[in-house]
């Protein structure tokens, strides 16, 4: 198969173990379960759809960048960790912003760009984007990992990642959940499209990224 075609193809299929962990999540929201998330209890249907394209965008972004810098140096990989935890955060609200509070899409396409500087440049990063930049981490600094080391490494990014944003929306203790139910999710996708091999090597980039060579 094309290298190419190869590693769109993983990519993707991160991203629907995403999907799947982010609709999980939704559902639960949807349904009120184990309760009701502070402020809009009359969620509506779409918000799982919505639910499951946020998580796709967090997995499938952080993984993409990860494995596609494999290839380059330490210093750039590490630099390049805001950016991408940035473009996913805002990419990744877009679908909530417009199903959970029914705004338009306009408003939804540009939801950072409405207040103060501050909020542009930390908003996507607090409203989940550091779910990503976790991830990303994870994926572009460790290029082998089993089973158990996924899970638990795509765990961390869903919990940690969240927990900001569920202490100020409330219940908090919902990071624990929904980003556990996601991290697992987004650890067994990775283990199945990558398995334990150097990442590196399963999307054809440069060997010299274990020494930090370009």
């Not at 502070?38 to 972004?61: S, T, Y």
């Not at 417009?98 to 908003?123: N, V, Y």
Request: hydrophobic share 50%; net charge positive.
């Amino acid at each position: 198969m094309n290298p190419r075609r190869r590693r769109v193809q993983e990519i993707l299929g991160v991203a629907l173990w995403g999907a799947l962990g982010g609709g999980a999540n939704a559902w639960l929201c949807y349904a009120k379960l184990p309760v009701q998330v502070h402020d809009n209890p009359e969620f509506r249907w779409h918000l799982i759809p919505a639910g499951a394209l946020h998580g796709a965008l967090l997995a499938g972004i952080a993984v993409a960048c990860g494995v596609g810098l494999l290839g380059r140096r330490l210093l750039v990989r590490v630099l390049a960790a805001l950016p991408v935890a940035w473009l996913a955060g805002y990419l990744a609200w877009i679908p909530l912003h417009r199903s959970a509070f029914d705004e338009a899409w306009g408003k939804s396409l540009t939801w950072p760009f409405h207040e103060s500087w501050s909020h542009i440049l930390l908003a996507p990063l607090t409203w989940f984007g550091s779910v990503s930049l976790i991830l990303y981490l994870c994926m572009s600094l460790r290029s082998v990992a089993d089973l158990r080391t996924r899970i638990l490494q795509a765990s961390l990014a869903g919990v940690l990642g969240s927990l900001w944003w569920w202490i100020s929306w409330k219940p908090w203790y919902f990071s624990l959940l929904h980003g556990g139910i996601w991290g697992v999710c987004v650890g067994v996708g990775i283990w199945v499209m990558y398995g334990s091999q150097p990442l590196a090597e399963a999307s054809g980039a440069r060997t010299s990224v274990d020494d930090g060579s370009a």
